[in-house]
């Protein structure tokens, strides 16, 4: 399938109602035009192509907004020829044709002329409007085109959504048949919803639509696959990272402090990636009241505040404020030592979950401590990366707000399988060389697999 071959649809509506929006959300291309919430954004059609298997099978088409329609539709309407009746494409070909026409109505005559190069159009309104008789004579010159139209409505997330005056509009037109979106807050599967829809008014296109449509769903299954493993691989190598230290108060905050900044670290490289393998970057996040901003988590992991975010209920029975220091401490058939509690009392620092056991008793007899990230900083870690991941199937590319990773129920909820997630936890801390880059060790790998598939079920992903 060439470019020629390929499906051809206009986006079209009048102006500002996020003709280039939902093509920046369709594309994933947050770059993709002029975005702002203004007239006459667009002056130019701009096309975006998608493939199939390497090969062009559809064209987008944004346009410029119809301004001017009651104008429009009025001279398109007188427009005759001698000893002929026109019906709607002779008086739209004799539209374009008309040097008047295309000085009077630049816009709308690009618009138009898109139209009768593509296969179907998209007809985007904006639901918080009312419908008034410029839409309606828009409706009547996309009639007069003879092509297949598919109303998209627009700005349903917006809480002045009113959809069912479009839908009668648009049904005495005998269009029965619509999409309803949201280009800031698309549906979860908005894409094949749309190429679903489209496929039941463009019948002789539907094997190319159907086959758009399961590569949209095949991709956003890939992305969550790939986003889980990447959470996964943070978490193993956060539990995997240790840091051994003389035995005195002042070394073991240090040293706590160096941990700390190499759990940061990790966190924000995994944040960077996510946001890449969404099509996101950092500076699509501007302000600060929310969790991440510039890419950053902006809470403090370590801080009570990350642990109530996450939703998570800490150590049944332990106030949160004595996670500080009470970590759980594992040895060999679950020994509990209590040292945590210790070290962390005398370090007098907010550094929770510091675990000793293992290499940690021997490190002790030598004067030292092994200070280890603990299970609670683990949790709030994968909790806040589920969120996040979350946050970012659900956002459109056409959005510039910030993305919002808080639970907005307020209640706490298990983010995984505790168990799972504590025993390959448990088992990443054997190896401390796991801290380091993915490694190929295979029981590494089934580590991260393990988390993996336990994150996967989280009701954090649930919609
Ligand atoms: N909340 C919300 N805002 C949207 C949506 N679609 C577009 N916007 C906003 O609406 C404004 C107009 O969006 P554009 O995409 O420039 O609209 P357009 O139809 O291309 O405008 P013209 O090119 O001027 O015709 C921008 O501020 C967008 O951020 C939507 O579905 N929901
Ligand atoms: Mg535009």
Redesign the pocket.
């Known amino acids: 399938m060439t470019e020629a071959d390929a499906l051809r649809i206009a986006i079209v509506?009048?102006?500002?109602?996020?003709?280039?929006?939902?093509l920046?959300t369709l594309t994933r291309d947050r770059l993709f035009?002029?975005?702002?919430?203004?007239?006459?954004?667009?002056r130019h059609v701009q096309a975006a192509t998608v493939t199939l298997e390497n090969r062009d099978a559809l064209v987008w088409f944004?346009t410029?907004?119809l301004e001017d329609s009651i104008a429009l539709y009025d001279w398109a309407a007188q427009l005759t020829a001698p000893g002929h009746r026109l019906d709607g494409p002779d008086r739209i070909a004799q539209f374009l044709q008309d040097p008047q026409a295309s000085q009077r109505f630049e816009q709308e005559h690009r618009v138009l002329a898109q139209i009768t190069q593509s296969d179907a159009v998209l007809y985007?309104v904006?639901v918080r409007d009312t419908v008034l008789a410029k839409h309606r004579d828009e409706l009547r010159l996309l009639q007069w085109c003879a092509k297949p139209v598919l109303p998209v409505l627009?700005?349903?997330?917006?809480g002045q959504a009113q959809a069912q005056p479009w839908v009668e509009a648009f049904a005495r037109l005998g269009i029965h048949i619509y999409v309803a979106?949201?280009?800031?807050?698309p549906p979860s599967d908005g894409e094949q919803l749309l190429f679903d829809t489209l496929a039941q008014v463009l019948a002789q296109a539907r094997p190319t639509l159907q086959a758009l449509s399961q590569q949209a769903a095949k991709f956003k299954g890939e992305r969550r696959v790939a986003a889980l493993e990447r959470i996964a691989q943070l978490c193993v190598r956060v539990a995997a990272l240790t840091v051994t230290v003389a035995n005195d108060p002042q070394t073991v905050t240090a040293g706590q402090r160096e941990q700390q900044a190499r759990v940061r670290h990790l966190e924000q490289r995994c944040v960077t990636d996510l946001l890449a393998l969404f099509a996101f970057a950092p500076d699509d996040y501007t302000a600060s009241e929310l969790p991440v901003t510039d890419g950053h988590w902006q809470t403090d992991l370590f801080s009570k505040e990350a642990i109530t975010e996450a939703g998570l209920s800490v150590g049944k029975g332990a106030a949160v404020g004595a996670v500080a220091g009470a970590a759980i401490d594992v040895f060999s058939a679950g020994l509990t030592l209590g040292t945590g509690t210790l070290l962390g009392a005398a370090a007098g620092s907010i550094w929770q979950g510091v675990d000793q056991w293992g290499s940690g008793i021997k490190a002790k007899l030598l004067g030292q401590e092994t200070l280890r990230v603990g299970d609670d900083v683990l949790q709030v870690l994968a909790a806040r990366q589920l969120r996040l991941v979350k946050a970012l199937e659900q956002r459109?590319h056409?959005a510039?707000h910030r993305v919002n990773t808080q639970d907005k129920s307020g209640e706490s909820v298990e983010p995984f399988d505790q168990k799972v997630f504590l025993k390959v936890m448990a088992v990443a801390r054997l190896h401390p060389s796991w801290s380091d880059n993915t490694s190929t060790v295979r029981a590494q790998q089934n580590a991260v697999l393990t988390l993996q598939q336990c994150l996967a079920a989280s009701p954090l992903l649930a919609t």
């Open positions: 509506g009048h102006t500002n109602t996020g003709k280039t929006s939902l920046r035009g002029e975005v702002a919430d203004s007239a006459g954004t667009t944004d410029p907004g985007v904006d627009n700005f349903t997330a917006s979106f949201d280009s800031v807050s459109g056409a510039s």
